[in-house]
Nanobody
Framework: QVQLVESGGGLVQPGGSLRLSCAAS????????MSWYRQAPGKERELVAS???????GYADPVKGRFTISRDNAKNTVYLQMNSLKPEDTAVYYC????????WGQGTQVTVSS
């Protein structure tokens, strides 16, 4: 069965960096687009970044120029490099595969605070 396992979250000061990882299994990883979403307390889940099977990328406006999504098909892993973090980036971050039906990880907490 499809499994997505996120890691790399934690507490970081404003202006700091974190790299999230999502290890995928149970499907042919390199055939599918992957995305990162986030959900802050009291808010709806929102799309952060996506990467196609051909490595085309797209970003939500609030993270453009600060976050970078990438994938390593040999490792079945997608990454989210987050730089210049702000308190408003605080959220649970979820990895998702564009399988049918969609697949989701369990999430990893990112807290940006001094």
């Amino acid at each position: 069965q499809v499994q997505l396992v996120e890691s790399g979250g934690g507490l970081v000061q404003p202006g700091g960096s974190l790299r999230l990882s999502c290890a995928a299994s149970g499907f042919t990883f390199n055939n599918y687009a992957m995305s990162w979403y986030r959900q802050a307390p009291g808010k709806e889940r929102e799309l952060v970044a996506s990467i196609s099977s051909g490595r085309s990328t797209g970003y939500a406006d609030p993270v453009k120029g600060r976050f970078t999504i990438s994938r390593d098909n040999a490792k079945n892993t997608v990454y989210l490099q987050m730089n210049s973090l702000k308190p408003e980036d605080t959220a649970v971050y979820y990895c998702s595969a564009w399988t049918n039906p969609r697949s989701w990880g369990q999430g990893t907490q990112v807290t940006v605070s001094s």
